[in-house]
């Protein structure tokens, strides 16, 4: 048994918090009321709108998840466009916005449950040789779900696409529209010279570092790292190190405690704008494409009805990598062999849907230390492991290994 001086105490009748002596018996119960009282903080007034069969909008966005949160937010912004966005899942729920917590989406409905089918050469230690992708089927998608690392690309891929005729993907363009959508709120980053200029501040989406306490032995492993020329630096996103070779505390998309996603970061200010509608569990099952090739709306269905909807100017697929290229295939568009022999009538021959997914590596790989970790009993006793937390409870993820 131990004791605190003070904590936190919050019952179902105060209006602020106060601090008093405690053991920790009661320190533990108090605890799990100020959990409960801070859901007040984390609520939202987001409620799904209502539209009717045959309404037009000169955008629909099929996909409210990373990037369709983004680009309804952006497109809004004209007062002139009237845009709507369809999402297949519901809003996220209260715990979504708890680092950590996130990740007991998975395999519920929040989570579109995609399962990987045993190739015979990858993940053959598992069991199955299948794989559990989570993909996020909620507003904010994947970047609720996601593990919230904030981790640019590199130049040299962009030049790639560049140089493949695409002239908006270059290293600068890239960098410029980085800026604008960043809002670094790590002071120690900021102030450094070799990193500050590498982030902006004024954007939408709010970066930092977990506030935690660092036991020594993450400082070993970082050099660990180092001593086998993976050189430890500061920040593996600076322009500088071009996230190659490097190690280094990560930057995460969360900041004060909570996940900033794309739901938070960009779809609720927008969400009171009066061009902009958004509606929850909406499966999108057509692009509808006239005899110019040119898609005029979308078939979805709302509350068990299915309807068309109809657009002016564009139909955007933001349904992730697996969903966008299944809903082209589901809409005549793909390669015509493939879908003429899953009886679908193809509109547009495209050999390429489908094709070329890729999926980041992940690596594990185990440490052994051959003293303790902690420098005293009492750390060893408030360990995590020894504590019996949940899992998702026990290490946050500290830093980030770029080779």
């Known amino acids: 048994m131990f004791h605190l001086k003070t904590h936190i105490k919050i019952c179902a009748t105060d209006t602020c918090c106060s601090t008093t002596p405690c053991s920790s018996a009661e320190l533990f119960s ?4 100020l959990i409960a009282a801070a859901q007040c903080c984390l609520t939202d007034d987001f409620v799904s709108d209502e539209i009717k069969d045959k309404d037009c909008f000169d955008f629909i966005i099929v996909g409210g998840g990373t990037s369709g ?3 309804a937010n952006r497109l809004s912004e004209v007062k002139g466009w009237n845009v709507l966005l369809l999402e297949a899942g519901p809003k996220p729920p209260i715990f979504g916005s708890i680092p950590q917590l996130s990740r007991n989406l998975a395999r519920t409905k929040y989570d579109w449950n995609y399962v990987t089918e045993n190739n015979h050469r990858t993940s053959q230690a598992l069991k199955t040789g299948q794989v559990t992708w989570v993909r996020g089927k909620l507003l904010g998608g994947s970047s609720v779900t996601n593990a919230g690392f904030y981790v640019k690309g590199l130049k040299p891929d962009y030049q790639r696409w560049a140089d493949e005729g695409n002239p908006s993907w270059t290293p600068k363009n890239i960098f410029k529209y980085e800026r604008k959508a960043e809002s670094l709120q790590n002071e ?3 102030n450094n010279p070799l990193i500050g200029k590498n982030y902006g501040s004024n954007g939408q989406q709010v970066l ?3 506030n935690t306490t660092r036991i020594p ?3 070993l492993i970082l050099d660990s790292w180092d001593s086998i020329g993976i050189k430890q630096v500061e920040d593996t996103n600076s322009e500088v190190y071009n996230n190659r070779g490097y190690c280094s505390p990560a930057v995460f998309t969360a900041a004060d405690g909570i996940r900033y996603d794309t739901y938070r970061s960009y779809l609720l200010p927008a969400d009171k704008r009066n061009n902009l509608k958004i509606v929850t ?3 999108v099952s057509k692009i509808l494409v006239d005899e110019n090739k040119k898609a005029y709306g979308v078939e979805v269905t709302i509350n068990g009805t ?3 909807l109809f657009v002016s100017k564009e139909v955007i697929l933001a349904a992730g990598a697996v969903n966008s290229p299944h809903l082209l295939l589901l809409s005549g568009i793909g390669p015509k062999n493939e879908l003429e022999s899953k009886n679908v009538s193809c509109v547009v021959d495209l050999p390429a ?8 590596l992940r690596i594990i790989v185990p440490i052994y230390g051959d003293r303790s970790q902690y420098d005293n009993r009492n750390e060893r006793k408030c360990a995590p492991e020894n504590v019996r937390l949940p899992f998702w409870l026990r290490d946050l993820p500290t830093a980030i290994l770029a080779v």
Do not use: C, M, P, W
């Not at 108090?30 to 009321?33: I, N, P, V």
């Not at 849907?353 to 980041?360: E, F, K, P, T």
């Open 30 to 33: 108090s605890t799990l009321k």
């Open 69 to 71: 949160n983004v680009l």
């Open 188 to 190: 120690a980053l900021k």
């Open 208 to 210: 930092n570092r977990y």
């Open 217 to 219: 032995v993450h400082n």
């Open 281 to 283: 569990e909406a499966f």
């Open 306 to 308: 299915k309807i068309q």
């Open 353 to 360: 849907v489908g094709r070329n997914l890729q999926d980041h």
